[in-house]
């Protein structure tokens, strides 16, 4: 029997925060056996990406499938929409996490436009860095200041400012620690060569085509084959990485106070407002009016 599949939110996990948040597009935490609160043995999917580090202990869980186990001094990073089951944490369990969303990176400056950092992200399913004491030292050091930055009580002019910088920082050191190991990755030529092809063209042609069968068609390939190495190579769907891009894209302009919803339409190549509110909505859960509306910064 195929368990249920728990939808974990950054939501719930900002409710368990004890103090207000700056911002709520991420959020730093202290765990331990005591007050960790995602039950043991229950496939969970989430919508943020997460890191780990584990000061003590260890932790046995699942992801995609895939059992491993960290221990102390462990980084674990975790991409966003991956299942994950925990199976067993030890009584003197201590760790921090930092959990965000794909918009926070991409509003600390980092999109498809301007690099490849999401997309080395998306391709990198799960990582655990072990026996690296001085990454561990400098990412324990970002998390530590994010956690106060995004403290409300405490009176920081530049809170803001720093909170970029600290993230940015914290974005480069995985980023440089995924290019690090990309030579040693087994991977498949073919599949590597049609995602790289594939995202070239993506960035220059996102707003004009939407759909997947132009990419199919401009790299000579069937659509159904092109989906299945994108899938195998970048764990989504070739559609998935479109309508990623699009929401990503569509946020940027939205969060400019002098594009309207239908400047950002027109500008994605949208037949209508309309088509885009829906289309925005279902992969956001808010329509671009509300998003701009409630958007922090």
Same mark, same amino acid.
């Given at each position: 029997?195929?368990?249920?599949i728990y939808n974990l939110t950054l939501e719930e996990l900002i409710s368990q925060v004890k103090t207000d948040l700056i911002t709520k597009e991420y959020v730093v935490n202290d765990i331990n056996k005591s007050n960790y609160n995602i039950k043991l043995s229950i496939p969970h999917r989430a919508d943020f990406f997460s890191l780990i580090i584990l000061e003590k202990g260890i932790c046995e869980y699942t992801i995609n499938d895939y059992q491993s186990k960290i221990t102390a001094n462990d980084i674990?990073?975790?991409?966003?929409?991956?299942?994950?089951?925990?199976?067993?944490?030890?009584?003197?369990?201590?760790?921090?996490?930092?959990?965000?969303?794909?918009?926070?990176?991409?509003?600390?400056?980092?999109? %498809?436009? +301007?690099?490849? &950092?999401? $997309?080395?992200?998306?391709?990198?399913?799960?990582? !655990? /860095?072990?026996?690296?004491?001085?990454?561990?030292?400098?990412?324990?050091?970002?998390?530590?200041?994010?956690?106060?930055?995004?403290?409300?009580?405490?009176?920081?002019?530049?809170?803001?400012?720093?909170?970029?910088?600290?993230?940015?920082?914290?974005?480069?050191?995985?980023?440089?620690?995924?290019?690090?190991?990309?030579?040693?990755?087994?991977?498949?030529?073919?599949?590597?060569?049609?995602?790289?092809?594939?995202?070239?063209?993506?960035?220059?042609?996102?707003?004009?085509?939407?759909?997947?069968?132009?990419?199919?068609?401009?790299?000579?390939?069937?659509?159904? %084959?092109? +989906?299945?190495? &994108?899938? $195998?190579?970048?764990?989504?769907?070739?559609?998935? !990485? /479109?309508?990623?891009?699009?929401?990503?894209?569509?946020?940027?302009?939205?969060?400019?106070?002098?594009?309207?919803?239908?400047?950002?339409?027109?500008?994605?190549?949208?037949?209508?407002?309309?088509?885009?509110?829906?289309?925005?909505?279902?992969?956001?859960?808010?329509?671009?009016?509300?998003?701009?509306?409630?958007?922090?910064?």
């Amino acid at each position: 029997m195929v368990k249920q599949i728990y939808n974990l939110t950054l939501e719930e996990l900002i409710s368990q925060v004890k103090t207000d948040l700056i911002t709520k597009e991420y959020v730093v935490n202290d765990i331990n056996k005591s007050n960790y609160n995602i039950k043991l043995s229950i496939p969970h999917r989430a919508d943020f990406f997460s890191l780990i580090i584990l000061e003590k202990g260890i932790c046995e869980y699942t992801i995609n499938d895939y059992q491993s186990k960290i221990t102390a001094n462990d980084i674990l990073f975790c991409p966003n929409s991956g299942t994950f089951t925990t199976d067993r944490i030890s009584d003197d369990y201590k760790a921090k996490y930092i959990v965000f969303t794909t918009d926070f990176i991409s509003k600390a400056g980092f999109n %498809y436009r +301007s690099n490849d &950092i999401l $997309k080395s992200f998306s391709n990198n399913p799960i990582s !655990i /860095i072990s026996g690296n004491a001085d990454l561990f030292k400098r990412i324990k050091f970002y998390l530590t200041e994010l956690q106060s930055l995004n403290d409300t009580t405490k009176d920081n002019y530049y809170s803001n400012e720093l909170i970029w910088h600290f993230f940015s920082l914290l974005i480069y050191e995985l980023d440089n620690y995924f290019k690090s190991i990309e030579t040693v990755q087994p991977t498949s030529p073919r599949g590597e060569d049609l995602a790289t092809k594939f995202f070239l063209l993506l960035r220059e042609n996102y707003k004009e085509h939407h759909d997947v069968q132009f990419y199919a068609d401009s790299l000579f390939v069937t659509r159904k %084959y092109l +989906s299945k190495m &994108i899938k $195998k190579t970048m764990f989504k769907t070739s559609r998935e !990485i /479109i309508n990623q891009v699009l929401i990503t894209e569509a946020k940027i302009l939205l969060r400019n106070y002098h594009t309207s919803v239908s400047d950002a339409a027109s500008e994605l190549n949208f037949s209508d407002q309309s088509v885009f509110s829906k289309f925005f909505k279902k992969h956001t859960g808010q329509t671009p009016s509300e998003y701009k509306k409630n958007d922090f910064f």
